[in-house]
């Protein structure tokens, strides 16, 4: 039996939006802490890869989410509060 395609999700524009806010959050942050070397090493992800987040270009794992809400010493839903 063949395989059916896997569905490709495509975000909208009020996704895109989310994605580049958090990440701006998670940047304003991390900053007066960690520079983003320390604290891609601190939630142990590549330097790059934070990079991509704090630019808003992936779709962030809520695993992810909840350790870097862990090492900015809050919960993740307080992470997750943006101002509008």
Known sequence: MPR??????RP?????AFRRA???RIRDLRTPKFSQ????DEIDVFRSHMSTI?????DLKLSTARRIAKA????????LKLEK
Do not use: I, N, S, Y
């Open 37 to 40: 070397d320390e604290f891609a």
């Open 54 to 58: 704090e630019r808003g270009k992936t």
């Open 4 to 9: 059916k395609p896997r569905k490709v999700h």
């Open 22 to 24: 958090l990440g701006q």
């Open 72 to 79: 900015l010493g809050m919960e993740l839903d307080e992470l």
């Open 12 to 16: 909208d524009e009020d996704e895109l």
